[in-house]
């Protein structure tokens, strides 16, 4: 069977050769315009529910999202190294390990979702509880919750089959499939809340109803394409070796990933002493807060492939221009998007709210912490670097310690000692992503030379 591997923008994207920017561009660009459907979906859900069902659910829908990301994130830490992998493959012309490495992620996969779903259903009211979330949203959390993670597979799926598609460069047919996804979701939203009546499980049944299909367009993509990435369903096996390999990166991304958001839970906690309204502006805030991070979670990501693709093919200084290349866009994108939501902050909350309080709570937070992103640019762009070049454990380590750590003794300090303020409990975040920065540069640039120093 002949393949291809794409050097112009075909079904793959070949980014050992060409213009360094150009290459990342053309790769950033669709995913991030990807990553704001997906993040719509959640997001329709928050604006549905806080102008047609009410604060106490949006609350309730607010207070369930770091449980989620403690799931899709470890998730995403298993993407991530099936990405490098693959990548690696797909650099070296490696045809029969990189169709190895697909079916290995995808069986792998299949199980992992049996396992979240069953954990993540057990552990729905437990979570709930120890995040202290107040009697008047609780029923409602559970109900959002309990249906949205039962039906997480069909995120969960389309999460990995998009990462295999972006280690091999391919990034524009993911986003056909959330252009097409998102706005079914809209609808579905509109018509179970509206016509239904459903209330908040109607937002819940529209987002896993329109996740299960974009992961089955993506399984039939894998399946019927002719190209290197093919999912050949009867070759379908877990080779040991490259799970191996494939956690090596992805376990320790998974790990910082879910521990971050476990920390996120205590932050979550300090805002719900506060009552429902700040509980409801700190939702509105994270939704808008995960926009601004959209740009540079994509050039992480492109980052990650591109340095990935260049050690598969012996080009260490091409991949370490890669990762000096991504940060410049995603500090200039991020920029204009954070002074943006400054000044318009009212409005950008109210999209979510008619409520005046939880209005002036989620202003609040905004323009707060909005700038303080511009640090977590770098943050995002040396780790997704770091992990193409082979290390995970280093930025898993230095964003635990700042995230975590330093995060959680912050948070102590000021309610304790300080004042315990919605403000300044808002600020735990600035804290923890301005100390990463500083951390993380000094660390990129000592562990590199060793990195490629392994390729001469």
Known sequence: MAFSFGKSGGATRDMT???????????SLPLM????????????????????????????VGSTTMIVNM???????????????????FGARDIKKLHDAVETTIAATLVLCVIFTAAGVAGVRPMLRFMSTPEDVFDDAVVYLTIYIAGIAGLL???????ILRAVGNTSIPLFFLILTSVLNIFLDLFFVLSLRAGIAGVAYATIISQFISAVLTLILLTRTREVYRLVWRDLRIDRGILASVFSVGLPAGIQSVLTAFSNIFVQSYVNSFGSSCMAGWSCYNKLDQFIMLPMS??????????????????????????????????????????????????SVGLFTRDASVIEFGVLFLRANTFFLLFNCINHVLAGAL??????????VIMLGCFVVIRQIYLFVVTHFIANTPLLVG????VGWTTCCLVEVTYYFRRKKKLTAKLQ
């Open 17 to 27: 050769e060409g213009s360094i920017t150009k290459q990342l561009l053309l790769f």
């Open 33 to 60: 315009v990807g990553n704001i459907f997906q993040m719509l979906y959640n997001t329709v859900d928050v604006m549905v529910v806080g102008n047609f069902v009410g604060k106490e659910a949006l609350a309730a």
């Open 71 to 89: 799931l899709v994130f470890f998730f995403n830490g298993f993407s991530i190294g099936a990405g490098v992998v693959i990548s690696r493959y």
């Open 157 to 163: 799926i389309y999460n990995i089959g998009s990462g």
């Open 298 to 347: 994509s050039m992480a990501m492109a980052a990650t492939s591109f340095v990935s693709q260049n050690i598969g093919a012996r080009k260490k200084e091409r991949a370490d221009q890669g990762t000096i290349g991504s940060i410049g866009p995603s500090l200039l994108i991020t920029g204009v998007i954070a002074v943006i939501l400054f000044v318009f902050a009212a409005p």
């Open 387 to 396: 992990r193409g070049f082979g290390d995970a454990k280093g930025p898993m």
């Open 427 to 430: 600020l735990g975040y600035p």
